[in-house]
C-alpha cells in the first residue's frame, strides 16, 4: 500500500511570532476524517452556464455545514448574541464537480481551537462516495457584536467544538 502523498496544500501562518502548520490535505480525503456530517440538497440556482455547481457556491455550503452546527450543537445566537463569528480567511479544493438535484454531504472537522479563533476543514462527498469531491477550509474569529473587537469562545460553543477537534 503506497502511503498517501500530501498535495501542495500545506498552508503556513505566523501565530504569536511561530509558524503553525493550518491545514495538510492528502489526495484523498475520506469521509472517516469528519466526525460531523450534514446533508445539503442542490439547487436549480447553484448550477452555472457549464451544467454544474458554480465554484462560489461551494463556500456556501461551508458556512452552511459550519453555523447549523454551532446554532444546533453550540447555541450561537445569530440574531441577538452578544458575540458573533467572522469569517477571517478561507480555501476551496476542487476535485469533482456537483450538478442540481445531487445532495452535498458535508463533513466538518476542527483542526484548531484557539482563544478567540476555530479553523474548521470541510470535506464535500457525493451521497454514499468515500472520497471528496472538494476539501477546503474556513476561519472564524469570534468578536463582540457591537466593538468588533475578538473576544474568547463561549465555552458553550467550545464544548460543542471540542469533540470535532482533530489536533492540538
Same mark, same amino acid.
Given at each position: 500500500?503506497?502511503?498517501? #502523498?500530501?498535495v &501542495?496544500?500545506?498552508?503556513? %501562518? *505566523? +501565530? %504569536?511570532?511561530? *509558524?503553525?502548520?493550518?491545514? !495538510?490535505? !492528502?489526495?484523498n480525503?475520506?469521509?472517516d476524517h ?14 452555472? &452556464?457549464?451544467?454544474?455547481v458554480?465554484? +462560489?457556491?461551494?463556500y456556501?455550503?461551508?458556512d ?32 469533482r *464537480?456537483?450538478?442540481?438535484?445531487e445532495?452535498?454531504?458535508a463533513?466538518?472537522r +476542527? %483542526?484548531?481551537?484557539g ?14 462516495e #468515500?472520497?471528496?469531491?472538494a +476539501?477546503?477550509?474556513?476561519v472564524?474569529?469570534?468578536v463582540d457584536?457591537?466593538? #468588533? !473587537?475578538?473576544?474568547?469562545?463561549? %465555552? ?5 467544538? !471540542?469533540?470535532?477537534?482533530? *489536533?492540538?
Amino acid at each position: 500500500m503506497v502511503a498517501s #502523498r500530501v498535495v &501542495v496544500a500545506v498552508v503556513v %501562518a *505566523a +501565530v %504569536a511570532g511561530k *509558524a503553525t502548520r493550518l491545514m !495538510t490535505l !492528502t489526495e484523498n480525503e475520506t469521509r472517516d476524517h469528519f466526525p460531523h456530517f450534514l446533508t445539503i440538497p442542490t439547487r436549480w440556482m447553484d448550477n452555472d &452556464v457549464y451544467g454544474h455547481v458554480n465554484n +462560489v457556491i461551494y463556500y456556501s455550503y461551508f458556512d452552511t455545514v459550519i453555523n447549523q452546527y454551532l446554532i444546533s450543537q453550540g447555541g450561537l445566537d445569530i440574531n441577538q448574541g452578544e458575540m458573533i463569528a467572522i469569517a477571517a480567511e478561507s480555501l476551496c479544493r476542487f476535485h469533482r *464537480a456537483f450538478a442540481f438535484p445531487e445532495v452535498v454531504e458535508a463533513g466538518l472537522r +476542527v %483542526a484548531h481551537l484557539g482563544n478567540s479563533s476555530v479553523r474548521y476543514e470541510i470535506g464535500l462527498f457525493h451521497e454514499g462516495e #468515500r472520497d471528496a469531491a472538494a +476539501v477546503g477550509y474556513f476561519v472564524h474569529v469570534f468578536v463582540d457584536r457591537r466593538s #468588533r !473587537t475578538p473576544v474568547a469562545i463561549p %465555552a458553550t460553543i467550545r464544548a460543542a467544538l !471540542t469533540p470535532l477537534s482533530i *489536533a492540538d
